[in-house]
């Protein structure tokens, strides 16, 4: 599986940015998709996933309310929708995918994932 992430930009603070990534591979829907983000100088972190039917999604507390993950399998596709953007969430943004469980806490890891996109630059001035 390949991934191409996109969609990130400048944007001023209380704005709003859709993330997508796109992957290659007909076995797509089955993974579990993540997406991170590292800053300068900071560990990768953890944002969103969402399962390989769309049906569970889980979301790091700081971006709870603000955050809305989604997929179309069809269009082997991900979305990251992002509303209400703080200077803090300025970053790197990477899309990850693995076949991972969300009964425990793997999909927070990024080790657990098999592939990554490339990264797109999200800055949120204030």
């Known amino acids: 599986v390949q991934l191409q992430a996109s969609g990130g930009g400048l944007v001023q603070a209380g704005g709003s940015l859709r993330l997508s990534c796109t992957a290659s591979?007909?076995?797509?829907?089955?993974?579990?998709v993540g997406w991170f983000r590292q800053a300068p100088g900071k560990e990768r972190e953890f944002i969103a996933a969402i399962s390989w039917n769309g049906v569970i999604t889980s979301y790091t507390d700081s971006v709870k309310g603000r955050v809305t993950m989604s997929r179309d399998n069809a269009k082997n596709t991900v979305s990251l929708q992002m509303n209400s953007l703080k200077s803090e969430d300025t970053a790197v943004y990477y899309c990850?995918?693995?076949?991972?469980?969300?009964?425990?806490?793997?999909?927070?890891?990024?080790?657990?994932?098999?592939?990554w996109g490339q990264g797109t630059q999200v800055t949120v001035s204030s």
């Open positions: 591979g007909r076995t797509f829907s089955r993974y579990t």
């Open positions: 990850a995918a693995g076949i991972l469980s969300f009964r425990g806490p793997d999909v927070k890891f990024p080790d657990k994932y098999e592939y």
